[in-house]
């Protein structure tokens, strides 16, 4: 593993890796083949809000990035899991973007594959 | 144009970034970055994009607001949802994520306020409900059932929607990691393409092939419920997890390995890409027909990126019981999100509401209409910039090419004799297109009868697989002489089938029963006698119709070449070679004359013969190396 993901992987494991936390942390994927008549959910209140201001968005928060841990403090997250979020964003601060870093292959690999998640 | 808030409108930092300027619902101006930066789906903020839009704005006016597309604030948690539940798993994708976690954080906070400053006039917006709104408010239906399906936004992977005038009203979603777009991606990946820009292809490789799969699929990668909602089994794909989308295991569902870039495709690839087509197909027709059912609506709008399976959309034209009629979004990725969610923002924009009450003479509540050409409010897509004579000229002139001026009638009837002469044209006019498909304006021309032309196209123009078939375009009143279940399909969205009487008597299985399996010969077996270069192996075409309104110019083309030859309908193709995006400026189009086999070039009324120039000027065919795409 390259050193800037082991960085990565200590700070966050230190806080979350070994705490009971996923349950409450994420939300639980719909399940493969179940034996439910459907898989559709009820839209969520962001879908159906028309827009928002940045204003409003950053709620009080320096940035987008501290709005979202504060929105996960308030959702109840465990406090290891908000720990290990401003971990990343003191990283962020301090290191910038860690892509701008990367050289040789890692480099080529980040620029040719679309990540389909992020 | 209506006096309505004048919204910009920004799609990025994802794929495919993007601008649209809107003033009510009126659309003034659209572009993706990835044209004026020459990066194929540039992803960057689109500084650029922004700019030409700005360009745009009426003399003396100023944005009432900018919106973003998506809510990034959303996609964070998402992120950090994906990054615990998979924890430590995901440790590849971390430097990645954090590397878009300090983007959106940085970047797109800074570049937003540097064009609004004000952060209360600086908004976000769902990302599938800017999907929904490019879907719904520019098209032709006052009130219609809105279904959006992609990889995903913020968590949403598909929804279903009510418009109804002004109002967009979400119904049902499935969400982040069930998703049909990411499916299709990861077979896209498994055949040799590129996810996020390979699907297209791969699509074009399923009448090839056989669904020979399709069993396979649904019993081990996704559950398909009858109202269409569906789940994915996680264990054969590692999206969440890696920089790829398949898992080892994938390969034992499919069958055989996947295949790298380039590598030559193989029958058991070609029955993916079959079997893939009509899992999406059949999963698109029941989201539809639920969405139908929800709303009790008869027309149908769509966007997103499955929205650009032209085959799925065909489909639902021709058998979805209870459609009467639909309309897909031109723009469907993430660029139309950009317009979507500028005219959403515009529409319930409080600056209008107070510039209603406050303007003499202004009914309130009655907005005037957008200017229309065609039925929908997209300007026949052509948002994007166009370049005076002067620029033209100066473009030919640098590069030292000769050309002759020609006025409108003209130059339609002059190329109308090149396309008989057998010439293929590189033609570029007016405005760009927004969206993927190049309609016209930006386009490469031929015409479909000669038996070679396809591989002409493709191998010395296009520098692209010999196998991929060219789109029709067809004279809107000629289009039911040749297509079956014609309709109005004025953007290249919809699949139609060729007539029987223009079917040759080869049929794909005789030919494979002897023995082939090479799709470059199979070239020598033509679906068509008569349109060789625009019929697929199942006799489908990707179908653009062309109406004077829509574009005078192709239509006047095509009508003159129509008159001379009887046939109505001519080759189009995107305007640029393999690797690269559509041509947007004169010195894009000029640089892509001179380094293809392009025969003409047109800039405008200007005409440019390659027989007519010097040899040293045309001297640089086959010394560029295009990258595979």
Redesign the interface.
């Known amino acids: 593993v390259p050193i800037s993901e082991l960085d990565i992987l200590e700070f966050v494991s230190d806080s979350v890796l070994l705490q009971p936390f996923h349950r409450r942390s994420a939300p639980k994927p719909m399940s493969y083949n179940d034996d439910t008549n459907s898989f559709f959910e009820a839209p969520s209140d962001e879908l159906k809000q028309t827009s928002v201001t940045l204003t409003d968005l950053l709620n009080g928060e320096p940035d987008l990035l501290h709005a979202a841990i504060a929105r996960w403090r308030d959702a109840g997250h465990a406090e290891q899991c908000i720990d290990a979020l401003e971990a990343i964003a003191n990283y962020l601060d301090q290191n910038g973007d860690p892509q701008a870093s990367m050289t040789g292959i890692r480099a080529k690999r980040a620029e040719d594959f679309v990540y389909p998640v992020f | 144009m209506a006096d309505d808030s004048l919204i910009l409108g920004i799609s990025g930092l994802?794929?495919d970034s993007a601008a649209a300027l809107v003033r009510g619902r009126d659309v003034l101006a659209a572009a993706s970055e990835e044209r004026f930066t020459r990066k194929k789906?540039d992803?960057s903020f689109p500084t650029a994009a922004v700019k030409y839009c700005l360009k745009q704005m009426p003399r003396g006016t100023k944005l009432d607001g900018v919106?973003f597309y998506e809510?990034?604030?959303?996609k964070?948690?998402r992120?950090?949802?994906?990054?615990?539940?998979t924890?430590?798993h995901g440790?590849?994708?971390?430097?990645?994520?954090?590397?878009?976690?300090?983007?959106?954080?940085?970047e797109?906070?800074d570049q937003?306020?540097g064009i609004v400053k004000d952060?209360?006039?600086?908004?976000?917006?769902?990302h599938?409900?800017s999907h929904a709104a490019s879907a719904f408010l520019p098209s032709p239906f006052e009130r219609a059932a809105v279904l959006v399906v992609d990889?995903?936004g913020?968590?949403?992977t598909t929804?279903?929607w009510l418009g109804e005038g002004d109002t967009l009203?979400?119904?049902?979603?499935?969400?982040?990691?069930?998703s049909l777009g990411?499916l299709y991606?990861a077979f896209t990946q498994y055949c040799g393409f590129?996810?996020?820009?390979g699907e297209y292809k791969l699509m074009g490789l399923a009448p090839f092939g056989r669904p020979l799969h399709v069993d396979a699929i649904y019993d081990n990668l996704i559950?398909v419920?009858?109202?269409g909602?569906?789940?994915?089994?996680?264990k054969h794909f590692r999206?969440?997890t890696d920089?790829?989308?398949i898992a080892p295991s994938f390969a034992s569902v499919v069958g055989g390995e996947p295949l790298s870039p380039d590598a030559p495709v193989t029958p058991h690839h070609m029955n993916l890409a079959a079997s893939i087509q009509a899992v999406t197909t059949e999963v698109v027709h029941r989201l539809a027909r639920t969405a139908l059912d929800l709303t009790g609506c008869d027309t149908l709008c769509l966007a997103g990126g499955v929205a650009l399976n032209c085959v799925s959309n065909g489909e639902l034209v021709r058998n979805l019981p209870g459609l009467r009629d639909v309309w897909v979004q031109p723009a469907s990725g993430d660029a139309g999100g950009a317009l979507g969610?500028a005219l959403?923002?515009a529409i319930?924009s409080p600056a209008r509401e107070k510039r209603r009450v406050t303007l003499p003479g202004l009914r309130p509540g009655a907005p005037k209409s957008p200017e229309k050409i065609g039925r929908d409010g997209m300007r026949a897509a052509l948002l994007g910039p166009e370049y005076s004579g002067r620029s033209l000229a100066r473009a030919l002139k640098s590069a030292s090419l000769k050309y002759t001026e020609l006025d409108e009638a003209e130059m339609q009837s002059q190329l109308a004799r090149d396309l008989e002469d057998g010439l293929i044209i590189g033609h570029f006019n007016g405005r760009m297109e927004f969206g993927p498909r190049a309609l016209g304006n930006r386009s490469i021309l031929a015409d479909p009868r000669p038996q070679e032309m396809l591989q002409r196209v493709n191998l010395k123009i296009k520098f692209r697989e010999g196998w991929r078939p060219f789109a029709p375009m067809v004279l809107a009143e000629h289009c039911a002489e040749y297509f079956s279940a014609p309709h109005d399909s004025p953007y290249m969205l919809m699949v139609s089938y060729l007539d029987d009487r223009f079917r040759s008597d080869i049929a794909l299985e005789d030919i494979k029963a002897q023995g082939w399996c090479n799709l470059m010969d199979l070239r020598r077996f033509p679906p068509s006698s008569e349109l060789p270069a625009i019929t697929h192996y199942d006799h489908s075409a990707r179908l653009q119709t062309i109406s004077p309104e829509g574009n005078p110019r192709i239509h006047g083309i095509m009508s003159r070449f129509h008159d001379s030859t009887g046939c109505p309908i001519i080759l189009n193709t995107s305007f640029n070679v393999r690797g690269e995006p559509i041509v947007c400026s004169p010195g894009d189009a000029v640089r892509c004359f001179l380094n293809t086999h392009l025969d003409v070039l047109v800039l405008g009324n200007l005409h440019v013969r390659r027989s007519d120039q010097d040899k040293d000027v045309v001297a640089t065919i086959g010394k560029v190396k295009f990258s595979a795409d």
């Open positions: 994802f794929h789906a992803a919106v809510n990034p604030v959303l964070m948690e992120m950090f949802s994906n990054m615990f539940s924890m430590s440790a590849r994708t971390y430097p990645q994520m954090l590397s878009t976690l300090h983007t959106m954080n940085t797109l906070h937003l306020l952060p209360s006039r600086v908004h976000f917006t769902a599938h409900r990889g995903v913020e968590w949403s929804t279903l009203t979400p119904l049902r979603e499935i969400r982040f990691p069930n990411l991606s590129r996810v996020n820009s559950d419920k009858p109202d909602s569906f789940a994915l089994n996680h999206y969440r920089l790829t989308t969610a959403e923002l319930s």
